[in-house]
């Protein structure tokens, strides 16, 4: 499959249903805590992670004239590719903004898809005047060298207490962001749909009034209702 | 009272005033921690609570296997009676949501009045859809079995750091949810509309120009001018 | 300068900025932790800080009969001058409402300009209904004596993390409250209009494509670009 | 009584039976959360509560020069009368000592009996060699303005989320440290003993191997044994 | 095996090693956060658990009266068999302690092994002195029911984050205690020797200037070196 | 000056008074939060920081398997030159062990001077008897893939809050542990024995009973005793 038709896909997945296929698989750590969009979210972002890493401020280190330095936050968005997810470890701290209005700016121009943190956002006014599709822990006034040090781009980092590398595959909706490793992208992108199909059809089911029980999960019954219900769909395509 | 009659009066009467009376006879923690409003809420919900309980995940237990056991989430589901509100101790487990959008779906059909957890829900936008009145922490994508193992219903149980027991009164809006334990629900239903007039009262005043000492509480002669005020409205009707 | 005339500077200006110009002066902790706006903000609210302190509830202290004593809330507000920010130190407390309908109402008739706490408020609807602008850390239904006990007002106090004395300057918009400490208000004054400036003719650049390096913070040939714009600006007027 | 017979009398009382004999008149919140033994305890510390208070770090407030303003700790210090139990509000910031060898010294030549704090120290190695007795929340290097600012002292304040006056009682053993409000005091001294001889025949009875049931608390008939064993041992004196 | 036997293997297995051997079986979620042993330990307890049950204190329910009540933690020691180690639900609240000196003394009386909780004990020096080995979140002097409510043992339960089904098998050092699930016991009984021995044999490799690549873990060479050293020391024997 | 001459005069500076020297040059934030002592400790150690970093678990990356990688804790260990001081961010994650007893005897054996981590340690008998001297956060049985993922090493890290970078000088003692950024050492190593100095002529003065005022910090007065009493002693010698 290409890219294109991977992110067409998930697109399609919720990242609940994406959530549960990879606890299937045994993963249960892959949904960042703390990113939450800032605006009203209505559709799906995917992408591939970008990664910037941020440590503590130090004040010989964490200044105005830091911005300037050619391992800043500047430069590193300059390298962000069309169509990347950004994703940005700044350890939680809620107390200094890890961007604002222009570094916003600058990344719909160069054509990002969202922003992802486990930081805050600053001038919030401004950051959704841009219209960049933002998921992060809060808000607050002060400048990132408050209580932040840039330290670098595409490494491995932790956002909201999942690992990220560069190139895993991000999904956000309302529930939040949730990472797909790189290595699995394939293999979900061809098993999930079938669990979103069988949750509509429990919907459904529901609707009609039927009990839980033997539904959700469904049992032998139930699965073999479901699985003619959707042969009976294809044929009718 | 009749429990409609008494639903009655509650309904008439704020989380806030609830608390200031319990306060008075001695208890100041029954508001939990945690449950806001996931929708637009301009009502009041009342009912008893009926309560469920998770413990934390564990890798043997907590498998979506799990779900098809009789002692699951979905089996206590079928035992919630109509108008009941259902009370979830998620021990404030934020990283797993406890029910989506199917498991709603099945609570509105069986009359449900509400949910209340210090957990937080999945597929939000799903649960929003049904039109189940959830008071929770937030939300999250993965499912509950990636950080919650369920254990049983009609237990006592904490939620958000308060403790319920079945058929406790549960009161929530604007505000949150707060508990009126069983044996004191007659007594606050007798006593609290008066501290809502009250209050009521005092606000006329206040918008009045009247400042707040003397006023709030009332002094001998405030007191005074309410019962007299009061006694006239109950003239006139 | 009047202070008038310094309350119509900085109503023009961002906590954002304001932020970035106290922290090249070294002022790192500023930003208060907490406080959000309830309702929707799209101004900017300036005033001198007039404090109040809570300390810990003890139930041999902290009773609705407290509420009459002559060293209570009700007596702090009937001391507020017009114009006067509110800022209220409930040591973080998020499960006690430091004010409800009554006290707010009171508040907006005696020209209080707003009211910032690291605590919560209760009966947020009514609070609502004031009209009062209310910067606070959520919202809980129990009375403020079920975990705080009021102990003065215009003391030193600390709100959010922050170090506030009466009369410093607050201004509080979409990204919180900050203060600026009222040695440094005039100064603060004369120098961040510039900076807001600046920020502004950056942000014209990178909506025209520029890329960020060189620009923010500008070099050489950017600021001096800006200097000739804004001269440009001047003379135009 | 004479303060030198209640402080004899409270000696003779472990804090956890004083919370006890509080929880019965309804004040459960006198236990600060966070000061524990620095060194070993074999004693139990009694004394009145000399209160002292910082708010945070505010760059252009906490510095090295400020330990020389009359409003300072050391000018606090010099307050203190011989026998108090200083009593330290830093808000539970734990990256900050309050005070290091030096001030502690000073303490001990001033006859202070006990130093407590939701706070933490500094040159800890130091400061035990002053052979103050010591209660807080750890130890950290950094000097107090690096976290915190000095605002004043025998005010009302808070201490590991209790309320302490002025001129409350305090004790302190290896449970920790309780406030006994000083109105309460006297009621506490006459009653508390009485528990105390209680639960140690109750230990005397588990050690006989009684079983708990009808022992703890004590049922009719083993009430009256009780007070007929302590009638016994008072003759026999 | 008999219990006798397995009791025997596990007192010989860190609880370090055994963390080791579920994690590979999938079990991430083992060692309770929280519970630290309160006196010195050079030994290793192993039991079944025996679980209780606490949720928060609500004034009407959390009493000193309750203490008599036929569910109370008095009954529930009087339930406990000789050999079992007490694991205690507090929901990790630090500030009332679950047990003093009597109940610890009791339970000695009766033969339990061990306490483990994620709560505090009252009284620790009269704790320490019944010699009931403590695993424990530290140490407060307020009663249970200034912050908890008794509901009952032996029902599966959270204790520091980790669930605990009655009969579970407990095992404690001075890193803390761990949860082996009851059918999880005979597996780990039989294959985690292995990994202790081999843990063993590659410390004494270290020792002789080994260095780590290749070694720990042991690539082919060095797990055939270990296999046959230990066929050695077999014979030898 | 060389390495062991600096190291030689850091050895005599305490945590306390590098902190104190750093602040009044603007660095406030220096000091890891949770790194203490697992072992008594009676000297000071000194030495160039090794830096190794850990990102949360994924349970694609964090498993046993994973230990053989070249990318592991075994080849950074390794790497460290005699004398390093190791400095380990983990996040501050609490309930995994980054080492245990295989990997400290073998830093024991490369000659590294001590650990100093924000994480915990397993097997903490084990570490003690290898005999490098750790600070961490605690203890806890689990692996490290229990909860984290290694991935790097000689990187800039958070530890404890504070910004580490490869060959800054660490600083380690009873109060904790502080960096001193490498381009600040040769100047606090020659301004902060005279800090050290003052604070001992000050000790001396209390202990002749000198009030704190006009001492500590010194007027002009005492700052001429003080430098008169050193020349004194120089002479001496």
Redesign the interface.
Known sequence: MSDTEIFEIFRAL???T???VL??K??????M?GP?PLQAVDQRYVGKAFTLRF????????T??S??S?L?T??A??DMPVGAIAVVDA?GV??A?IF????C??MV?RGVAALITDGVM?????VLGTGLPVFAS??????S???L?F??WQ????CG????FPSDLIVA????A??V?K??VAEIAREAPDQEAL?AW??DE??S?A???GL??P?AENKARFEMSRAQRRRSH
């Open positions: 919720s990242t609940a994406i959530t549960t606890l299937k045994g993963l249960r750590n892959v949904w805590r939450q440590v503590p401020a130090r004040e010989d280190l964490a105005p004239a911005w300037a050619p800043s500047r430069a968005i300059e350890m809620r107390d903004g604002g209005d222009i570094l700016a600058r121009k600053r001038d919030v006014a401004g809060g808000v607050a006034a002060p400048p060298v408050a209580g040090t330290v670098g490494e491995p980092i932790s207490g999942v690992a990220i909706d309302r529930d939040g949730v990472v490793p290595d699995l949750e429990i919907m529901v609707h009034g009990p839980l029980p959700y999960p049992n």
